[in-house]
């Protein structure tokens, strides 16, 4: 499977942005797929993931973003509402095909299959 990752930019604190994933390869619609930040200086952490009906969100983004996925088209979405400074990062996509319990859809290290990264830098 490869990941394509688009969509950040430069925005003000406040604003919404929608990033997308296009998959290619592979049993796509089957997949868990999630959504990761690093900031400079920082490991990479947890934002949102999505598993069969199933969607988790790191705390400090629950009510804000919202991960969603269209598996017709292989495309993975991160819709981002209300962006603080704080959210200022490179967005990484991944996928795998294994079944992780919630958990374990919070570990990169679980994911097979990763996006290039698209930077996305909110202003204040």
């Known amino acids: 499977v490869q990941l394509q990752a688009s969509g950040g930019g430069l925005v003000q604190a406040g604003d919404s942005l929608r990033l997308s994933c296009a998959a290619s390869?592979?049993?796509?619609?089957?997949?868990?797929v999630a959504w990761f930040r690093q900031s400079p200086g920082k490991e990479r952490e947890f934002v949102a993931a999505?598993?069969?009906?199933?969607?988790y969100y790191a705390g400090s983004v629950k009510g804000r973003f919202t991960i969603s996925r269209d598996n017709a088209e292989n495309m993975v979405y991160l819709q981002m509402n209300s962006l603080k400074p704080e959210d200022t990062a490179v967005y990484y996509c991944?996928?795998?095909?294994?079944?992780?319990?919630?958990?374990?859809?919070?570990?990169?290290?679980?994911?097979?299959?990763w996006g290039q990264g698209t930077l996305v830098t909110v202003s204040s």
């Open positions: 991944a996928a795998d095909p294994r079944s992780w319990i919630y958990s374990a859809l919070r570990e990169a290290k679980n994911f097979n299959y």
């Open positions: 390869g592979g049993a796509f619609d089957t997949y868990s």
């Open positions: 999505k598993r069969a009906s199933q969607t």
